[in-house]
């Protein structure tokens, strides 16, 4: 049998503890303890530096192993911090670091507050999907069939090999009637394709592509990208230069769309909060910043840690944005519905 905690009453007796007892005893516990505003000032100036961080990110330099960039890759996370700092604090009784820590909480609630809460509405006519299927996937069939269960009515694809193109012809055919493959990236659409083209991203090989696809609602241009891997390298950092370069055409392209309706898809290995993005970010909406369910994080697909895929709209409205189950990449797919009539 469960013991209950025993406090003494008025009358000299003991009863069950009152709950917020021991919070209250806590408290008076600090009552005219003349150190709690000068013990745990390194944790107070700890969590003041934190808020700095995450208020300040965009004016980290970028020339020193793309520090900025690295930093805002992994944004979100600088909220784990925080309850690290808040025991700290208590521990040491320090009322200081408790007020200081209320600057790291107002600015992560008011950055990332929103992205816990779901987002995601119903309606829509249109279902697009993205994944980077690795190009050593073991299962390529099993990774397409997954795909396209989504129910997608345009899938795009990144990192494919030749090798492996094929078998995702063969393994999305019954589902969609029209594709196109230019390089390592592919479009598989439930509507007609037309003005299929590459995309030149400065990287000497075919990555990019652009389309536009017919659907009942009207012309849609279409980008899939794959922007060149980033490196956390000891002796250079976060070597992310010519994935920066890349960004910049990718964005050049979009901007030069004919079309006013454009769906971006694709891996371009960094966040919405990468200033090294801004070419494209700059031009586009997240479906999932819009009208997501949570952080979408979609890599590694083991543990992930960081939203590099993305789904991206202008002059379309985002209804739903979700991620897939994990497949045979190291990605996790992801999907989006829109409103193309909006």
């Known amino acids: 049998m469960a013991q209950a905690y025993m406090t003494e009453t008025d009358d000299g007796g003991s009863g069950p503890e009152r709950p917020g007892s021991r919070f209250r005893r806590l408290l008076q516990g600090w009552r005219g303890d003349p150190g709690i505003w000068r013990r745990g000032l390194v944790t107070a100036g700890l969590a003041v530096f934190l808020a700095l961080v995450m208020l300040f990110h965009a004016q980290i330099p970028?020339?020193?192993g793309n520090l900025g960039s690295l930093t805002e890759t992994f944004l979100p996370w600088l909220?784990?911090?925080?309850?690290?700092?808040?025991v700290v604090a208590v521990v040491r009784k320090s009322a200081a670091a408790l007020v200081a820590l209320l600057l790291p909480v107002i600015i992560?609630?008011?950055s990332f507050?929103?992205?816990i809460t779901g987002k995601s509405g119903t309606g829509g006519d249109l279902t697009v999907a993205t994944h980077n299927v690795n190009a050593d996937n073991p299962d390529p069939t099993g990774t397409a069939q997954d795909v396209a269960a989504s129910g997608a009515d345009v899938v795009a694809l990144e990192e494919l090999t030749p090798a492996a193109v094929p078998v995702y012809e063969k393994a999305l055919a019954g589902e969609y009637k029209y594709h196109a493959v230019k390089g390592t990236v592919g479009l598989w659409s439930k509507y007609p394709l037309s003005d299929t083209r590459p995309v030149d991203i400065k990287l000497g090989w075919v990555r990019a592509m652009r389309t536009t696809v017919t659907t009942?609602?009207?012309?849609?241009?279409?980008?899939?990208?794959?922007?060149p891997s980033v490196r956390v390298k000891l002796d250079a950092g976060f070597t992310a230069n010519q994935r920066d370069n890349s960004a910049d055409a990718l964005g050049e392209a979009i901007a030069d769309e004919k079309i006013d309706k454009v769906i971006l898809l694709g891996d371009?290995?960094?966040?919405?909060?990468d200033r090294a993005l801004n070419a494209v970010t700059s031009q586009l909406r997240s479906t999932q910043g819009a009208a997501g369910d949570g952080f979408g994080f979609s890599w590694p697909a083991s543990f992930p840690m960081a939203r590099i895929d993305q789904i991206m709209v202008k002059d379309v409205e985002p209804v739903s944005s979700w991620t897939l189950p994990k497949t045979g990449s190291d990605h996790l797919p992801?999907?989006?519905r829109v409103d193309l009539s909006s």
């Open 79 to 86: 909220g784990f911090f925080i309850p690290v700092l808040l």
């Open 268 to 273: 371009l290995n960094g966040t919405m909060n």
């Open 216 to 227: 009942p609602k009207g012309e849609v241009a279409v980008h899939v990208a794959h922007l």
């Open 334 to 336: 992801i999907a989006a």
């Open 62 to 64: 970028n020339n020193v």
């Open 108 to 110: 992560w609630v008011n």
């Open 113 to 115: 507050g929103g992205l």
